[in-house]
């Protein structure tokens, strides 16, 4: 049993509702321990055991309530942080440090 607990993107949410039902679709989705939906941030906190569900089970379970779940694709996610290590380099040679 492997919990993971990590945030996740939920796009077209506009209201109190919208949130009850994207935590009502979490809430029900098996293998979720926890999930905290927030509207201002456009997220949600979900707290899950890997070994009875997944992102894209995660993703399905909102989908379904006629939002969006966003996965970050990891690759990028590691090529965005590169690139920014890269310009941090190139500021610092820039300035000397
Ligand atoms: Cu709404």
């Given amino acids: 049993m492997s919990i993971i607990k990590k945030k996740y993107r939920i796009e077209n949410m506009m209201c109190a509702m919208c949130v009850a039902h994207v935590q009502k679709a979490l809430d029900n989705s098996e293998g979720v321990i926890s999930a905290n939906v927030n509207l201002a941030n456009n997220s949600a906190l979900i707290e899950y055991d890997n070994q009875i569900t997944s992102p894209q089970k995660l993703k399905e379970a909102v989908d379904n309530a006629g939002y969006v779940l966003v996965i970050e694709d990891e690759g990028k996610y590691d090529t965005q942080t590169e690139e920014k290590k890269n310009s ?8 000397g440090r």
Avoid: C, H, P, R
Wanted: glycine fraction near 0%; charge should be positive; hydrophobic fraction near 60%.
């Fill in 88 to 95: 941090i380099n190139f500021l610092k040679k820039l300035f």
